[in-house]
């Protein structure tokens, strides 16, 4: 194969590593900003690309394909790895029995997220390899790097990406896919069966792993240092701070980070001679911890010379760095309106909260998905969000403390990930809510993606298909509704109504398509 480049953004060339290192299995669960490595591996692999009802059940489908012995990529957001953290924790005791590399895309800035949680100390808690890309380049690489340090050392490894690196474009040299691991069953239960009478031992196989897990770094070549003579101002930094960073590279030395763990004893070399030395990493002060314990000098997060908060970004770089800068700003003979995300004209979702306004509920609580934009005005239809599927378990402790006329309002797609449980869950323990299910067909708020209730898989193709009513019913709800939030509002209201004034666990599903996948399929 002729050498060819592509201009492919980083989640593209993170599927497009994948593909070269030969895997078997791409599972993820949709999440921005990881949505689109699935979606890319879905038209570009002729092998199985797929999307799991959650995390966890995606990262336990990996780990059951490394134990038929072939390589698989498990991708999802940060919160994502919330859900997963399970079987993630319990792998890295365990151990995979072919390469497993699990993405996590981090949210600096909560573009389109609940919170900006910074992966790496969960990698740090799991005591597993990290490796961190500052362009598209790197992230094929480097997924090509963790499948072979996973076999290597039998261990999950995560590559953490971040918004501005999974959506950023940049050259890709394209290569030859190796050729896909042949099946092989391995049967280890001292290495497979998480029981106490193995665990102690796996920890400590873990533990023993952690000085060679270092030797590995330091020969990976990820871990650079850039320094010019005279220089006596350094930045240590990582990931796509480091592109940031390079733009400094004629007054400031630079320590590139790029595999955890790494030997800390490359911060010592680094910063001595330097009189000033400034941390530049999205994220929490991860770096910045390690390297305080090294130097008085530093810089950064958890020294105040940063925010603690947000995005760094390039202009927050030179604001910090050169001194009496300012950002440039363009005079305007208006300023320009706020842009804040708002919903779709003509969203079912849109005819559904007027419905249920109507129905002067005490309390609704809202979920994660486009729906919880009807938190904003003129709606102000939700009281609460707070994470996938927890919209039917606080609700569900609202009603359990004396609280009547309670709602939770989910997703067709939030429910399958991890509200069915909690709707158990409000049955079981007798609670008086009404769980409103929102079905658009389509994880909307991420791009469209398919469901198991579509019956639609990653590539397009028929797959099983889950029937909500019937899911409820077996769930043991008291009853159920099925009706379109476009006809007849005010039946809709009143059936609202009646369900909140009834005792038990009560579901109406309001149902109609995302009203930009109606539009998609007529084109």
Same mark, same amino acid.
């Given at each position: 194969?002729e ?50 009802? !959650? ?116 050259p890709?040299? @394209? ?21 106490p ?22 020969e ?6 850039f ?21 400094f ?19 010592k ?6 009189d ?26 958890r020294?105040?010379h940063?925010?603690?908060e ?6 927050a ?21 706020g ?17 249920? !306004? ?22 102000k ?10 919209? @039917?378990?606080?609700a ?81 709800v ?9 006809e007849?509002?005010?039946? !809709?209201?009143?059936? @609202?109504?009646?369900?909140l ?23």
């Amino acid at each position: 194969m002729e050498m060819q480049r592509q201009l492919l953004s980083g989640n593209e060339a993170i599927g497009r590593g994948a593909i070269e290192a030969g895997i078997s299995l791409a599972v993820g669960y949709p999440g921005t900003p990881s949505t689109e490595i699935i979606e890319y591996l879905a038209r570009h692999f002729s092998g199985q690309a797929m999307w799991a009802a !959650n995390e966890k059940v995606a990262l336990e489908m990996a780990i059951g394909a490394t134990y038929a012995g072939k390589r698989a990529l498990c991708t999802m957001k940060h919160v994502g790895l919330n859900v997963a953290l399970d079987p993630l924790m319990t792998a890295a005791y365990l151990g995979v029995k072919a390469g497993l590399v699990v993405i996590v895309a981090d949210d600096p800035g909560a573009y389109s997220s609940q919170n900006e949680q910074d992966t790496r100390y969960l990698v740090n808690f799991a005591k597993i390899p990290c490796l961190e890309p500052s362009d598209s380049q790197e992230a094929k690489d480097m997924v090509i790097k963790a499948f072979d340090l996973s076999e290597r050392f039998g261990l999950p490894v995560i590559v953490r990406s971040v918004t501005r690196v999974s959506h950023s474009y940049s050259p890709v040299i @394209i290569n030859e896919p190796k050729h896909e691991n042949p099946t092989r069953i391995i049967k280890d239960p001292p290495t497979m069966i998480a029981v106490p009478s193995h665990v102690i031992a796996c920890h400590k196989r873990l533990n023993e792993k952690q000085p060679k897990l270092i030797e590995w770094s330091n020969e990976s070549g990820l871990n650079q240092i850039f320094k010019k003579r005279g220089q006596k101002k350094g930045i240590i930094t990582c990931g796509v701070a480091y592109a940031y960073a390079a733009e400094f590279s004629d007054d400031f030395a630079i320590l590139k980070i790029g595999a955890y763990p790494f030997d800390e004893r490359i911060i010592k070399t680094f910063i001595r001679g330097l009189d000033e030395i400034w941390i530049l990493e999205e994220g929490y002060p991860f770096i910045e911890d390690i390297a305080l314990k090294y130097s008085k000098k530093i810089k950064g997060r958890r020294s105040g010379h940063i925010d603690m908060e947000g995005e760094l970004g390039t202009e927050a770089l030179r604001r910090h760095l050169i001194p009496n800068y300012s950002i440039p700003t363009i005079q305007l003979d208006a300023p320009l309106p706020g842009r804040p995300p708002v919903m779709c004209q003509g969203c079912p979702h849109r005819e559904f909260y007027k419905s249920l !306004n109507e129905a002067k509920p005490t309390f609704v609580a809202g979920d994660i998905g486009c729906y919880t934009l009807g938190a904003a005005p003129p709606l102000k239809a939700l009281d609460t969000c707070l994470c996938m599927g927890a919209s @039917i378990s606080k609700a569900a402790g609202m009603s359990l403390q004396g609280v009547n006329g309670v709602v939770a309002v989910i997703g067709d797609s939030t429910f399958i990930h991890s509200g069915i449980t909690s709707l158990i869950s409000a049955v079981y323990n007798k609670a008086n809510i009404l769980v409103a299910i929102l079905d658009n067909s389509a994880v909307a708020m991420t791009g469209h993606q398919p469901t198991p209730a579509t019956g639609v898989t990653a590539k397009g193709e028929e797959g099983g298909k889950i029937d909500l009513v019937e899911l409820c019913k077996a769930c043991g709800v008291d009853s159920i509704e099925v009706f379109s939030p476009y006809e007849d509002k005010e039946k !809709n209201t009143a059936t @609202i109504k009646d369900k909140l004034n009834s005792k038990g666990v009560h579901v109406v599903i309001s149902k109609a398509p995302c009203i930009l996948s109606a539009r998609k399929k007529k084109a």
